[in-house]
């Protein structure tokens, strides 16, 4: 699909009163998982509210994705506030939500075989889909975690000047070592949400 119809047919989406649902449904899924954070040591946390984001992306595309993104960021807020509401920090999420639906937007997810032995033979096999997921989940740690909540926790005055790039090496960090971990759970849990889907709407819906 060429990368301006990624958007029409996104938008699209947003006609059916099915895609409304489920993406309301997977929002909903995305602020309760906004209350499950792992944290292995008190400077690491391992949050799972992307993994309803990035279903969100791979269904319904990029314009979906990125009002998903929105509303998630609004009422995760409301349910948990941290801190005063910023909607410097909502652009983060909405362009989360945008770059799923540019990466993932129709895939078909990798089927991946943990058992022992099947794993690198799975892994070759869906190669493709594999490395969409894992570049999706890169560019998200890279540009939003990384670079656009650090300039907006800037501009809000929550960074000193003087500490800007050690905030953004300490990010580049922690998000290089959540990496390979948010993708081996990411890979699965697209792979249950579209079998789920196909199941339910038929083979043709995705």
């Not at 990624?6 to 602020?31: D, N, P, W």
Request: net charge positive.
């Amino acid at each position: 699909m060429a990368f301006f119809s990624l958007f029409k047919c996104s938008a699209l989406e947003l006609k059916s009163v099915r895609s409304v649902a489920v993406t309301a449904l997977l929002t909903a899924v995305s602020v309760v998982l906004e209350f499950l954070v792992i944290q292995p040591v008190p400077d690491l946390k391992f949050g799972f509210s992307f993994l309803g984001l990035a279903a969100i992306g791979m269904l319904y595309g990029p314009v979906v994705g990125a009002l998903g993104g929105v509303a998630i960021d609004v009422l995760g807020w409301l349910v948990k506030p941290t801190g005063s509401f910023s909607p410097i920090l909502t652009v983060a999420t909405l362009v989360e939500g945008l770059i799923y639906g540019i990466f993932l937007y129709r895939m078909s997810p990798a089927k991946l075989d943990f058992t022992r032995g099947g794993f690198l033979k799975s892994l070759k096999q869906n190669a493709v889909p594999a490395l969409k997921t894992f570049f999706a989940r890169f560019t998200v740690n890279a540009v939003c975690n990384v670079l656009l909540n650090t300039v907006g926790l800037f501009i809000l005055g929550y960074i000193a000047a003087d500490r800007l790039w050690l905030s953004l090496l300490t990010r580049i960090g922690k998000n290089a070592i959540l990496l390979p971990f948010e993708v081996i759970i990411l890979i699965p849990v697209l792979y249950m949400i579209h079998s789920a889907y196909r199941s339910v709407f038929g083979k043709k819906t995705v």
